[in-house]
């Protein structure tokens, strides 16, 4: 059996396994395949967020989660026997939602959306319901692959959008400046105050050093939008852990937190949770 930490995963994913066929062939040959959620470099929060609105979608998906009840390994097994059947999907699927909930929060970084998590978990769900083989290995470590597999190439995709906007505007003031230089050697031009203040933002050592740490950027230096803090309270507010949903007051006993704090904690998760927009980083 092969284990692997979560952080492991998700670097073999982006060198490994962005292809469909890869990363099967992997789960077949890796049978019995155990993601462990530990990570050995401690992901960044954000501090200051640049989102735009608030989704007021978000608290009403995670309450109407909360009240579906996983299913059992015998009820599992019941169903992927009878997998062609659309009502069998539905329960499936139905029992892994509060799954997808949970794991959305380790992936809900700057500029991700937690519903568009939510979404791109759901269509992995229901994909891999459907070719799922015994060879995979079980099927719960199976779905917590796919997921995760799913949620690193779409951070990915997203992270690779931004990197071409950016590179594609730094290079063209790069260029912009190299005209610029090639007409001054030819003529003095009388810069004003302005325009001088114009000239050093467009200073080509900086615009070096910017495309750099642009070329750079990967998905681990992403910040987080929640601590592990703010994705504990919620996961046990909602019921993802544990046999039940715990209130405010029990939260605060099993984190071990002063009177009021678990209540200001859940609040301000559930607030970041619920807001979109903005951009996966900034330069």
């Known amino acids: 059996m092969l284990k692997l930490t979560i952080e492991e995963f998700e670097r073999k994913v982006i060198d490994d396994l962005r292809g469909e066929k890869e990363f099967l062939e992997f789960l077949k040959e890796n049978k019995g395949l155990e993601l462990v959620e530990k990570r050995e ?12 609105f608030l989704e007021d979608m978000v608290p009403e998906f995670l309450e109407e989660i909360s009240h579906y009840i996983p299913v059992n390994k ?59 083989r015994e060879s995979y290995g079980d099927f719960k470590e199976y ?33 912009e400046n190299e005209h610029v230089e090639e007409i001054e050697e030819i003529e003095e031009v009388d810069l004003d105050e302005e325009e001088i203040k114009k000239e050093e933002k467009l200073e080509p050592k900086k615009i070096e050093e910017k495309i750099k740490e642009v070329e750079n950027m990967n998905i681990f230096k992403i910040p987080n939008k929640l601590t592990e803090e ?9 019921g993802f852990i544990g046999d039940k949903r715990e209130s405010v007051f029990e939260i605060e006993n099993d984190l071990g937190m002063e009177n009021g704090a678990g209540e200001e904690i859940f609040l301000r998760a559930l607030n970041r949770v619920s807001t979109v927009g903005g951009r996966v980083f900034k330069i």
């Open 230 to 238: 703010e994705i504990d309270v919620l996961k046990l507010y909602y």
């Open 143 to 175: 779905i917590k692959a796919i997921l995760v597999r799913e949620y690193v190439l779409y951070i990915y995709e997203k992270l690779e959008e931004e990197k071409y906007e950016y590179l594609s505007y730094l290079n063209h003031k790069k260029h």
């Open 74 to 132: 015998d009820q599992e097994k019941e169903l992927l026997g009878n997998i062609d059947e659309e009502e069998s999907r539905d329960i499936l699927l139905k029992g892994y939602l509060r799954e997808i909930g949970a794991l959305s929060f380790n992936y809900l970084k700057a500029g991700i959306d937690y519903m568009d998590l939510i979404q791109e978990g759901t269509i992995a769900m229901i994909e891999g319901m459907e070719e799922y």
């Open 41 to 52: 470099v401690k992901i960044p929060v954000e501090k200051n967020g640049n989102n735009y």
